[in-house]
């Protein structure tokens, strides 16, 4: 099956995609660095650095090839930790989303931003980027204003019309960790599926949690005695962990401990970390009220890029004594569970820039994973159909789809 990647930053969401099974027609990524990074550890077909504008990007040679179109949209317009200009900040990339899922009609897409997607001040635009993927061909009329949009898609949507490219969209925070990424790191993700496909789809259920954790450390002991070490005292956890009547079904939450356990520590041992790639000792970490660190025996908090260089607290580990130093390249790429021999380009904070806006591979894979399911399943269904003699599902464009908008010309 036949993807296409939008704003593919250093690769995560695109390494889990091809992890799920598709295949890449095209990646497409403006930054210099993460263009350099791609092309030293993927074959795929980028289109980068100059080439990599999605505003002026071709899709006429791609039509009619692509399953999937995936892409995690700059999401500085949304982070907590940007300026939350949402819509006026001429970095949303939505509407450029929106063009590639209406010029390409996918199958199914997948888009993930940040958390802050999801606040209350951006209610309305969230709803608005819902209902532009829901009826990507009811595009903006000339010089028309957002608002002014929305309100023209809540009628068309509550109308009853049933013209035009439709897709089932559902809108899900993830957090990694649920996931078996060592990091709690959550994400908004934005799955839709063509409305002419049959199977219903569902976001993956978690397959691991803080309550196993829980148990795994302070009623089986199974990880202290994994890791060789004499359990670490942690009042607030070991409360929790009695309150728990019966193990938990699903898998403990990986540490950092978990993720790091074979990897020297680059301050005391840099000889031999000099063996691993990227992975140095970074000097500078401090802690201070709100920058306290990763502990070592829980997943890392989430990695950061920063809006001016990289913050301290998200980015550093915190020894059990209390001790704190920067998590090293390497070490922050198997937290996002990047793969070893994946290289970075560019300095340390510039590194640490791909890495904190990246999205873990093995969530991405998970999401992308299921979604290729649900299509394979709609392969089935038509196959049944087309033997039985009858047609598969879809849909036809009416007279008061035509009458409401459904398939103006962009603008």
């Known amino acids: 099956m036949k993807s296409v990647e939008l704003f593919a930053g250093a690769g995560g969401l695109g390494l889990g995609v091809g992890g799920a099974g598709f295949e890449h027609a095209a990646v497409v990524e403006i930054d210099r660095w993460a263009c350099d990074t791609l092309a030293e550890n993927t074959k795929w077909p980028l289109h980068g650095w100059d080439k990599g504008d999605v505003r002026k ?56 931003n ?29 010089g028309e204003e957002w608002l002014t949009h929305l309100k023209r898609l809540e009628d068309y949507e509550t109308s009853g019309a049933n013209g035009g490219l439709l897709y089932n969209v559902v809108i899900r925070l993830l957090n990694a960790a ?45 990880y ?8 670490v005292p942690n009042a607030r956890e070991q409360s929790r962990a009695a309150r728990l009547k019966v193990k938990p079904a699903e898998l403990p939450w990986r540490t950092v401990r978990d993720a790091l356990h074979d990897l020297p520590d680059p301050e005391f041992h840099p000889a031999v970390a000099s063996k691993f790639a990227d992975h140095r000792f970074i000097s500078g970490a401090r802690s201070y009220p709100g920058h306290t660190g990763s502990p070592l025996d829980e997943p890392a908090k989430t990695l950061k890029a920063g809006v001016h260089g990289v913050p301290g607290g998200e980015n550093m580990l915190r020894r059990p004594d209390g001790t704190v130093r920067y998590f090293s390249e390497r070490e922050s790429a198997r937290l996002q569970t990047f793969p070893d021999d994946f ?25 992308a994973k299921a979604v290729r399911e649900q299509i394979e399943r709609t392969h089935e269904k038509s196959d049944s159909l087309q033997s039985l003699g009858q047609a598969a599902p ?14 103006e010309s962009a603008s």
């Open 224 to 231: 202290w005695k994994r890791h060789g070490i004499a359990p």
């Open 178 to 222: 649920d996931y078996g990424v060592p990091q709690k790191r959550e994400r908004v993700f934005i799955v839709g599926i063509r409305d002419d496909l049959a199977a219903a789809f569902h976001f993956p259920d978690a397959t691991h949690s803080y309550d196993a954790l829980m148990w795994s450390k302070w009623r089986s002991g199974e």
């Open 114 to 142: 940040v958390k802050g997607l999801r606040r209350q001040a951006f209610s309305n635009y969230l709803e608005y980027i819902r209902l532009r993927l829901r009826h990507p061909d009811l595009t903006p009329r000339e």
């Open 57 to 112: 990007f071709d899709y006429t040679p791609l039509k009619g090839t692509v399953n999937l179109v995936t892409g995690g949209p700059p999401c500085q317009p949304f982070s907590m930790g940007g300026r939350h200009r949402a819509f006026l900040d001429p970095r949303d990339m939505f509407p450029e989303a929106a063009r590639a899922v209406r010029e390409l009609r996918p199958k199914a897409f997948i888009f993930e």
């Open 343 to 367: 290289r970075f380009h560019g300095s340390w904070t510039e590194t640490m820039r791909q890495l904190g806006n990246a999205v873990p591979v093995e969530l991405a894979k998970v999401v």
């Open 394 to 407: 879809g849909r036809k464009r009416s007279k008061r789809a035509i009458a409401t908008g459904a398939g």
